[in-house]
């Protein structure tokens, strides 16, 4: 395999880990909370249509982004309702979400656009493109180094470099803030940080509201930057992946992108390899395509070592009288 194979499938690993790595993250925050969220699938659907379908009505992508973030936080804002403040069941929450987003945003899809539950392709204004970084080109040529900086790095869309700078801005707000000391607290003990004055409830909306605007870039970028419009559950199981990496990544931010680019590469090496063929047996595409869900259910089955989620995690805060 040479060294420009070796690049075109690593940058499809960085493109496909983008919304695998936004999602985690989102989950990230919510989680670490004590407010767990397997509506992330839904949250980015809903996203990936309507920042889609405003792009394509208006022609301006940024119209399209705030749509799909704005989407997003209807639904996390659904989901805090539910959770947060009339203590209901989460994982119930996130399900009806994901159902929700599924069916709604098809019903509206044809009701729109009348093309059978997608919207137009989007064209130049309607969607991300690429971003040449400086001196790419004048480099592009040298040994090794050159190739790198072209093929993998300079090239993307702008949510790509947001994704992966989400990363280091994620570690310091949790790490190095007194907000991010207090929503970590709340995570683990709801109780502490209630006697301290501070309040629980705010301090989870707002990890609720950092999801939706997370998952809100994350299901943007899928129909506005990795492809060019909107079809039918185009996240295929992606928000399930992210939290199977969350969970890969024990709650931190920097496993969680090593984590979602693992996840993306088996992606990225499913499309580009159909059919392997090892010690005369082929090994069929059906099998490639499912290797990033078989990864899936081998973390969640537990067979990476003990993960251990916050303490206060899904359960309802009540304050004491």
């Given at each position: 395999?040479d060294?420009?194979t ?7 690993t960085?493109?496909l880990a983008t919304p ?5 993250l ?13 509506g ?5 659907l809903?996203a990936?249509f309507?920042?889609a ?9 940024w ?7 704005g989407?997003?936080?209807?639904l ?5 309702l539910?959770?947060i403040?009339f203590r209901?069941?989460q ?8 159902f ?8 509206i ?7 059978g539950?997608?919207?137009p ?17 004048a ?10 900086y ?7 869309s702008?949510?790509?470099?947001v994704g992966?700078?989400?990363v280091p801005?994620?570690?310091w707000?949790l790490?190095?803030t007194?907000?991010g ?16 004055g501070v309040?629980v409830?705010g ?7 950092i ?15 990795l492809q060019a ?7 295929a199981?992606?928000g ?10 024990k709650?931190?931010?920097w496993y969680?992108l090593?984590?979602c ?10 499309l ?6 090892v010690g005369?047996?082929?090994?069929p595409v059906?099998?490639?395509d499912a ?7 081998v973390?969640l089955?537990g067979?990476?070592g ?8 899904g359960e309802p805060?009540?304050k004491?009288?």
């Amino acid at each position: 395999m040479d060294l420009m194979t070796v690049l075109q499938v690593l940058d499809s690993t960085v493109r496909l880990a983008t919304p695998l790595l936004l999602a985690c993250l989102a989950g990230l925050f919510s989680e670490r909370a004590g407010i767990f969220d397997i509506g992330l699938e839904g949250k980015m659907l809903a996203a990936a249509f309507f920042s889609a379908a405003v792009a394509s009505l208006t022609g301006s992508v940024w119209l399209g982004l705030s749509a799909g973030i704005g989407a997003s936080l209807v639904l996390s804002g659904i989901h805090g309702l539910a959770s947060i403040t009339f203590r209901g069941n989460q994982l119930i929450s996130g399900v009806a979400i994901n159902f929700l987003a599924a069916g709604m945003t098809v019903l509206i899809a044809e009701d729109w656009f009348s093309q059978g539950g997608r919207t137009p392709s989007l064209i130049a204004g309607g969607r991300f493109d690429g971003i040449t970084l400086p001196f790419a080109e004048a480099l592009r040529d040298l040994p090794v180094i050159g190739p790198i900086y072209y093929e993998l790095i300079s090239g993307h869309s702008i949510l790509v470099y947001v994704g992966f700078l989400t990363v280091p801005l994620t570690w310091w707000i949790l790490f190095r803030t007194r907000f991010g000391l207090r929503l970590r607290a709340v995570g683990e003990n709801p109780a502490a940080v209630d006697t301290a004055g501070v309040s629980v409830v705010g301090l989870r909306f707002a990890a609720v509201a950092i999801c939706g605007v997370l998952c809100g870039i994350a299901g943007a970028y899928l129909a506005t930057g990795l492809q060019a419009g909107f079809v039918k559950d185009m996240t295929a199981g992606r928000g399930f992946i992210a939290l199977a990496a969350l969970i890969f990544a024990k709650w931190r931010p920097w496993y969680a992108l090593y984590s979602c680019l693992l996840f993306g590469l088996l992606q990225a090496v499913a499309l580009r390899y159909q059919s392997i063929e090892v010690g005369g047996l082929v090994i069929p595409v059906q099998f490639m395509d499912a290797l990033p869900y078989i990864l899936t259910v081998v973390i969640l089955a537990g067979f990476v070592g003990k993960a251990i989620p916050p303490r206060a995690g899904g359960e309802p805060y009540v304050k004491e009288r």
